[in-house]
């Protein structure tokens, strides 16, 4: 079974609008945390926001807050005002305490913002 | 944050050859990591690069194929032997927050070397 899956493979949204990137995932380990990354086209992997599962919040960073639904198991990402720099691939991906600290990984959602 | 630099950023490289990626991170960090993005595809994590003992490689992939030196706390290599053009991928290279600080939980990602064999 997929540890992380993200149903969107690809999303437009129009500039300066909210946008919402699904991702839930599956674990029995009661402690471990969830990651939002942001790869543009060169490659890089940028780290946008981090969600414990004791954290009582939901995380935010600037225009980037996780909407984190424990029960379901779902962490998504909305993305405010969206700005055409945002056009890249978003993954999500889960560290299970008993696992150590790697990170599995979802498939990823094409993100493409429109002027 | 922890500030990663990759070497190479990109390289053409000729099947059969090996190619060595180097990691530096701007401070001492305890848990360093390796992924491999292929093509249009989500990361796998390679190995764990330990200091001062061996990899920790993970089920697929060995050391004979995927050599990691972790000589201290601040620099690791990743050497892809014997290359074949399924091994064009992104090879990323990514490290824990210090657990002390604000970002501890956080895992931050290099910039990537991208390996195109021919």
């Known amino acids: 079974a997929q540890k992380i899956t993200q149903t969107q493979p690809g999303m437009f949204v129009q500039e300066k609008e909210a946008v919402t990137l699904d991702c839930t995932y599956d674990t029995s380990d009661p402690s471990y945390g969830l990651f939002w990354y942001k790869q543009p086209s060169s490659g890089e992997m940028i780290f946008l926001i981090y969600?414990?599962?004791?954290?009582?919040q939901n995380a935010t960073e600037g225009r980037y807050s996780l909407n984190f639904q424990k029960a379901r198991k779902s962490a998504n990402l909305v993305i405010s005002a969206s700005q055409l720099g945002d056009s890249a691939m978003y993954f999500c991906a889960m560290r299970e305490d008993w696992a150590g600290n790697m990170l599995t990984f979802g498939g990823g959602t094409r993100l493409m913002v429109k002027p | 944050s922890a500030v990663i630099s990759q070497k190479p950023s990109r390289d053409i490289c000729q099947r059969g050859t090996s190619l060595t990626i180097q990691c530096q991170v701007d401070s001492q960090v305890t848990m360093m990591f390796w992924y491999r993005q292929q093509p249009g595809q989500s990361l796998t994590l390679i190995a764990t690069a330990n200091q001062g003992s061996e990899a920790t490689y993970e089920s697929g992939f060995v050391i004979d194929k995927f050599p990691i030196s972790r000589p201290n706390l601040t620099f690791s290599t990743l050497t892809v032997s014997n290359m074949s053009p399924e091994d064009s991928s992104i090879y990323l290279c990514?490290?824990?927050?210090?657990?002390?600080?604000?970002?501890?939980?956080?895992?931050?990602f290099g910039e990537g070397s991208w390996l195109t064999v021919v």
């Open positions: 969600q414990g599962s004791y954290d009582q």
């Open positions: 990514s490290v824990k927050g210090v657990p002390e600080t604000s970002s501890g939980n956080t895992i931050y």
